[in-house]
């Protein structure tokens, strides 16, 4: 057996593991934005297809018996073409994707749409808010024309931290920008919101507990969430939402 696995997150990398020891071929197609990435088990190959039309003609050329999406929950466009090739080659298609995330009965969290709608709420709720919604969409929060006010200002009044995995380009000078990798501890992203005097999250429900340390220690700080809601994923999909099940799928009994 042969899968495309789209990759690029934790859950894909253990997926890659567990099918390459059950005796599975397995190529992780990464999408090579991230220049560290950890390389995932068996086979790997780097960058886009070419759109939904280019994924149909590797599949083509490449035959498989099904395609994994275990892509970023937020990669929309991704799945979208995973979706039509599949379609147009008539190869099985499962979407992995981890749950996301649920405030608890005293969380203070306020839901949008995108970026941009994210941005238009921060001043409801505060003049220092933390940005961890990696460098796609940063843009949003960007001042629309040049200021004179202090870091981060943006044109509305707000001091802005923000944390990347790496650096967006051309690199944002509107905010203090940090560059890290989680898993990320309590502990840690209580005493990072306390130093910046952070009085507003802002992160997208990617789920998963590498990065969900935040939202304890803004529960724990009741400090105000801004949660942006993931891209609804195209009609009629399979889809599972753990590790565990994805291997079932592949190894069900034809």
Do not use: Y
Request: hydrophobic fraction near 45%; charge should be neutral; charged fraction near 20%.
């Amino acid at each position: 057996m042969r899968i495309l696995l789209l990759g690029g997150t934790g859950e894909a990398r253990a997926l890659a593991e567990l099918l390459v020891a059950a005796g599975i071929d397995v190529v992780s197609s990464l999408a090579g934005r991230t220049a560290d990435a950890r390389l995932p088990a068996g086979e790997v190959r780097t960058g886009g297809f070419g759109g939904a039309d280019g994924l149909a003609a590797w599949l083509r050329a490449h035959p498989v018996d099904a395609v994994i999406d275990a892509t970023h929950p937020f990669a929309a466009t991704m799945t979208a073409h995973a979706a039509a090739a599949t379609r147009e080659t008539a190869v099985p298609l499962l979407v992995l994707r981890r749950p996301g995330w649920t405030p608890g009965p005293h969380d203070n969290w306020h839901w949008a749409d995108s970026p941009s709608a994210a941005a238009d709420l921060l001043p409801t709720l505060g003049s220092r808010p933390f940005l961890t919604i990696g460098r796609q969409g940063l843009n949003a929060f960007a001042p629309t024309s040049a200021t004179t006010g202090e870091l981060g200002s943006a044109g509305r009044g707000l001091w802005m931290l923000a944390r990347c995995v790496e650096a967006p380009e051309p690199r944002p000078a509107w905010c203090r920008l940090i560059l890290a990798r989680g898993p990320f501890a309590v502990a840690d992203e209580l005493v990072l919101l306390r130093e910046h005097r952070i009085d507003v999250l802002v992160t997208k429900d990617s789920g998963g507990p590498a990065t969900s340390a935040k939202l304890e220690a803004a529960r724990q700080l009741r400090l105000p969430v801004v949660v942006i809601r993931r891209p609804p994923l195209p009609a009629d999909l399979a889809t599972v939402e753990s590790v565990d099940q994805a291997v079932q799928w592949v190894i069900r009994p034809t």
